[in-house]
């Protein structure tokens, strides 16, 4: 363990602390000293040793929340029905409500009852909209499209409220894409194709994406909670360094010790045969300014992109999928 440093005893609640993010922020709070409590739905000892689990079966009901929140300091909300890429609800919007807004509501008045201090969020980029040609700032007005977004974005409003109804310190985190080892989804994919050799078209996509790496993002939740703010705030936070989809894809092959077969179709025909949201996704640009953060907290991003590539590779190559492709 560490010398004991600002979160050292503080007890803090995890939400979600079983998730991609989850784990690696409870093992980092368990290292700085904080009593860490772990939210999860089921039961069993938490997958980080010195985690105390608490189970909350139904993020809606009261009474197991209230449990989890008891003696609490702060609180990081990671827990949520995350993006999905195939919907099977028939009111999407309906369940992205039910699981990230009324349970984000729950969540803060049984905190405010119970003195807890401090709530951060993890929100999304997607909460502001799909995409831009400049990087968004704090003060750029959200207009999220699809239904994963608009909650997000109604939970901030949430816990901005609770900032002003309460006189608690919270903070909205608005995430681009989080890679790193567990990493599921879009990133997954490339990691899969770019190591089985298949050829990929995207050599001409001279797009810019920001991204974050889970190192960096739990290092920037541990900044916030150090540095709480006043009232309420809303940060976006990457790498702070943002890459063309051809680039990273040449990196991911690096990272691998395979290099990227990538042809140079032309970004126009790309957008003509993908679907699109999948073309505003890999070929449309979205990129955020992370300065405002780095005031408030002195937060900068500890590990280069090559270095969160290199982990999410070794830690690939640990699967089933990534073992049997060599
Ligand atoms: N990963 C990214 O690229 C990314 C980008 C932007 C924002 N975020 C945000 O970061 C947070 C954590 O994401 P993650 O990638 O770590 O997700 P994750 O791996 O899916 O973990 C989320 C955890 O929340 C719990 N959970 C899942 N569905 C839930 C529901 N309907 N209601 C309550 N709890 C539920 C699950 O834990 P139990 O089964 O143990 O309850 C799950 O392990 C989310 O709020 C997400 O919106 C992530």
Not at 168 to 188: D, E, H, I
Request: aromatic share 4%; net charge positive; charged share 20%.
């Amino acid at each position: 363990m560490r010398e004991p440093g600002p979160l050292a005893r503080r007890a803090i609640l995890v939400t979600g602390s079983t998730g991609f993010i989850g784990q690696p922020l409870c093992r980092e709070l368990v290292e700085a000293g904080a009593t860490v409590r772990g939210g999860s739905r089921t039961g069993g000892p938490h997958p980080v040793a010195g985690v105390e689990r608490v189970r909350v079966p139904d993020p809606l009901d009261r009474r197991s929340v209230r449990a989890s929140v008891a003696g609490i300091d702060a609180i990081v909300h990671l827990a949520a029905r995350v993006h999905v890429m195939r919907e099977s609800a028939a009111d999407p919007l309906a369940e992205f409500r039910r699981a990230n807004v009324e349970a984000t509501a729950i969540l803060v008045e049984e905190a405010a009852a119970a003195g807890v201090r401090e709530i951060v969020l993890a929100s999304t980029v997607k909460a502001v909209g799909e995409g831009n040609s400049a990087a968004w700032t704090e003060e750029v007005v959200p207009a999220p499209t699809d239904p994963y977004g608009i909650s997000k974005l109604e939970a901030e409003f949430v816990v901005r409220d609770a900032a002003q109804r309460y006189g608690m310190q919270t903070c909205a985190l608005r995430l681009p894409v989080v890679y790193g080892p567990g990493v599921k989804g879009n990133m997954l994919r490339l990691f899969a194709l770019v190591d089985r050799g298949v050829p990929l078209p995207f050599g001409s996509v001279a797009n810019s994406r920001s991204l974050l790496y889970v190192g960096n993002l739990v290092a920037a939740l541990h900044s916030v909670l150090e540095h709480p703010p006043d009232g309420a705030e809303t940060f976006f936070v990457s790498d702070g360094r943002d890459l063309s989809l051809a680039t990273l894809i040449r990196m991911i092959g690096e990272a691998l010790g395979r290099p990227a077969r990538l042809l140079p179709v032309p970004p126009r025909l790309l957008e003509l045969a993908l679907p699109r949201a999948e073309s505003v996704r890999l070929i449309g640009s979205l990129t955020v300014n992370g300065s405002r953060l780095s005031r408030r907290t002195g937060y900068r991003a500890p590990h280069p992109v090559e270095q969160g590539l290199r982990a999410t590779a070794e830690w690939y190559r640990s699967t089933p999928g990534g073992r049997s492709a060599r």
